[in-house]
């Protein structure tokens, strides 16, 4: 395992699959004690198995971003396990096709509570740890292109969820500013990525053999790069795309 985290304990969400199971694997390799999270319990302790077996400090704890108990208890987990929070990556989220003209009120709900108030409810408590503690941890939201324009006529609400965690990221910026908090925060806007997010977004994922797409891995690297920076420089929106994508 890499030095570049060691000692430092990371809270990841949606770590199941995709982007965060990614990013969990590459946290580890530097070095971090991990908590991770996701709805899928079979998937995450599979993954703090195989995490464990490298060397790695791992708990796996179930977490709907949807149920605030959930939320509260993945990073309790981390401050009764490893003494607190210094890394916490926002990666849960999802995307339905949903239009305002006729989608169902649950698919805006569905979307409202996982990207946006679970995002906010993780970030608030792993911020009162960080502040207790006063330690200059970092929060990451992994955003989405979409954070920056809307991409297609079936994406407007989950663009706009995706623009309000923008809008948080620098809201929450300027707060810490505000209070001269030491803790940083970064929104991370991948373009397309092989992970299942297009199945569950239309049911399908042609866009991923459209052009050779990003991978999760290239997204997790990213995030490690960013809170691996000296503690004067703040990284606070980074877009990512694969080299073939137009918008």
């Not at 608030?124 to 941890?137: P, Q, S």
Request: proline share 4%; with cysteine; hydrophobic share 50%.
């Amino acid at each position: 395992m890499g030095p570049e985290l060691a000692g430092r304990v990371a809270v990841v969400t949606g770590a199941s699959s995709g982007i965060g199971m990614a990013t969990a694997r590459v946290l580890a390799h530097a070095g971090a004690r991990l908590v991770i999270g996701a709805r899928r319990l079979e998937r995450l302790e599979a993954l703090a198995t195989a995490l464990r077996a490298g060397g790695a400090e791992v708990i796996a704890r179930r977490c709907d971003m949807r149920v605030e108990a959930d939320v509260v208890a993945l990073v309790g987990a981390a401050v009764e396990a490893f003494g607190g929070v210094d890394v916490l990556v926002n990666n849960a989220g999802l995307g339905r096709a949903a239009p305002l003209a006729s989608a169902s009120t649950e698919l805006w709900r569905e979307m409202l509570e996982v990207n946006v108030l679970g995002l906010c409810i993780a970030t608030r408590e792993a911020l009162r740890d960080m502040e207790r503690r006063g330690v200059a941890g970092h929060v990451v939201h992994v955003a989405s292109m979409a954070a920056h324009r809307v991409p297609g006529p079936m994406a407007g609400f989950y663009a706009a969820t995706k623009f309000a965690v923008r809008a948080l990221t620098e809201g929450l910026r300027q707060e810490l500013r505000a209070r001269q908090s030491p803790v940083r925060v970064t929104a991370v806007s991948p373009g397309h990525v092989e992970t299942e997010f297009a199945r569950v977004f239309s049911g399908d994922d042609a866009v991923y053999r459209s052009m050779k797409v990003l991978e999760a891995d290239d997204i997790a690297r990213a995030i490690l790069w960013v809170v691996c920076q000296p503690p004067h420089v703040e990284i606070n929106d980074l877009l990512l795309r694969p080299t073939g994508q137009r918008l």
